[in-house]
């Protein structure tokens, strides 16, 4: 690859704070860039935006899903960035390559009922039950990402204040807190993961596992798993449905989609606007309250006014007749 790619992808780490996930994801899509780009006799730093619609294309043929596709095309513009900024190319040919349309699945989640019923499932007493409550818990209140939760620290809670620090993508730090269940599961727990920790062994993740180490995103995720199977839930459940929950439960409940975003951590305003989707009862409550032709006490309200005036048209036929 080129060495301005490496640079790029080191910056990309250290500079933009992006995961390690990510960036080796990048690695591999801007080795198929630059391949591509030599098998034209062109070089990265001076292709062009001909160049870059081709190995758009070479994906598309090739089998790649529009999502990874946009993803690739994001790490090529991501790159020219890099590249423009430090003076080491003249012009971004990717800058008005639009990305393919990528329709958005609707996330798993749990209806309100359906999350009481899980949270209860770990009923026993003991070191795993009472972590596994407080675990459930906190997904549920914080709407953490799973990553979040098994990176966070001792250190990062504020059990007076009812809040923790969590780091997000990017490094970005936000708050999130604790509802009165979630605080109680932890109160119980902590006493259980202090006795757990050996004398000679300091640990700072909050969850740890039966052998005293921070527990993994791995094992949040089995252990979802193995509660669903017990629950005989017919859900596919993975880590992600609480925060899915989480934040379908905020907006369906009248929280402003703005104040869900910051929650969540998201960036943009669009990725949080697929928890709308739940909200159509409220959205038809507010619509029935709000709309002078949809709200049928105010309708009514019409009829005396409809039949002093002697209208024989259709919608004023129909008042008179509902008022009969």
Same mark, same amino acid.
């Given at each position: 690859?080129?060495? =301005?790619?490496?640079?790029?992808?080191?910056?990309? *780490?250290?500079?933009?704070? /992006? &995961?390690?996930?990510?960036? &080796?994801?990048?690695?591999?899509?801007?080795?198929?860039?630059?391949?591509?780009?030599?098998?034209?006799?062109?070089?990265?730093?001076?292709? &062009?935006?001909? *160049?870059?619609?081709?190995?758009?294309?070479?994906?598309?043929?090739?089998?790649?899903?529009?999502?990874?596709?946009?993803?690739?095309? &994001?790490? +090529?513009?991501? /790159?020219?960035?890099?590249?423009?900024?430090?003076?080491?190319?003249?012009?971004?040919?990717?800058? *008005?390559?639009?990305?393919?349309?990528?329709?958005? #699945?609707?996330?798993?989640?749990?209806?309100?009922?359906?999350?009481?019923?899980?949270?209860?499932?770990?009923?026993?007493?003991?070191?795993?039950?009472?972590?596994? =409550?407080?675990?459930?818990?906190?997904?549920?209140?914080?709407?953490?990402?799973?990553?979040?939760?098994?990176?966070?620290?001792? %250190?990062?809670?504020?059990?007076?204040?009812? #809040?923790?620090?969590?780091?997000?993508?990017?490094?970005?730090?936000?708050? +999130?807190?604790?509802?009165?269940?979630?605080?109680?599961?932890?109160?119980?727990?902590?006493?259980?993961? $202090?006795?757990?920790?050996?004398? %000679?062994?300091?640990?700072?993740?909050?969850?740890?596992?039966?052998?005293?180490?921070?527990?993994?995103?791995?094992?949040?995720?089995? /252990?979802?798993?193995?509660?669903?199977?017990?629950?005989?839930?017919?859900?596919?459940?993975?880590?992600?449905?609480?925060?899915?929950?989480?934040?379908?439960?905020?907006?369906?409940?009248?929280? %402003?989609?703005?104040?869900?975003?910051?929650? /969540?951590?998201?960036?943009?305003?669009?990725?949080?606007?697929?928890?709308?989707?739940?909200?159509?009862?409220?959205? =038809?409550?507010?619509?029935?309250? $709000?709309?002078?032709?949809?709200?049928?006490?105010?309708?009514?309200?019409?009829?005396?006014?409809? =039949?002093?005036? !002697?209208?024989?048209?259709?919608? !004023?036929?129909?008042?008179?007749?509902?008022?009969?």
């Amino acid at each position: 690859m080129s060495v =301005r790619i490496e640079e790029y992808l080191a910056y990309a *780490d250290a500079v933009r704070s /992006l &995961s390690a996930r990510t960036v &080796s994801a990048y690695r591999e899509d801007l080795k198929l860039y630059a391949e591509c780009c030599s098998r034209a006799g062109n070089e990265v730093e001076t292709a &062009s935006a001909a *160049d870059v619609r081709a190995f758009v294309a070479e994906l598309v043929r090739n089998g790649y899903a529009n999502a990874s596709v946009n993803r690739a095309l &994001s790490a +090529v513009k991501g /790159l020219y960035r890099y590249l423009l900024r430090f003076g080491l190319c003249q012009v971004n040919p990717a800058r *008005d390559i639009e990305s393919l349309p990528n329709p958005r #699945k609707l996330p798993e989640f749990l209806f309100e009922d359906e999350m009481r019923d899980f949270l209860s499932l770990p009923a026993d007493d003991g070191f795993t039950a009472a972590r596994d =409550r407080a675990l459930f818990e906190c997904m549920y209140s914080t709407g953490c990402r799973v990553s979040e939760i098994a990176s966070m620290k001792l %250190d990062d809670l504020d059990i007076e204040g009812k #809040k923790a620090r969590v780091k997000g993508k990017g490094a970005k730090e936000r708050v +999130v807190f604790f509802s009165a269940l979630a605080l109680a599961g932890l109160q119980d727990y902590l006493p259980y993961r $202090a006795a757990r920790l050996r004398k %000679d062994k300091t640990e700072n993740s909050l969850f740890i596992n039966s052998r005293g180490s921070g527990i993994s995103p791995r094992g949040i995720a089995w /252990l979802i798993e193995r509660y669903a199977a017990r629950s005989g839930m017919q859900k596919r459940l993975s880590p992600h449905a609480f925060r899915h929950s989480f934040a379908t439960h905020l907006v369906s409940n009248g929280a %402003d989609i703005r104040t869900v975003q910051a929650m /969540l951590g998201h960036e943009s305003i669009s990725t949080t606007q697929i928890y709308t989707h739940v909200n159509i009862e409220r959205l =038809r409550d507010v619509y029935a309250k $709000a709309h002078p032709h949809a709200d049928r006490v105010r309708r009514l309200a019409t009829v005396p006014a409809a =039949r002093a005036a !002697g209208h024989t048209s259709k919608a !004023g036929k129909e008042l008179l007749e509902e008022q009969r």
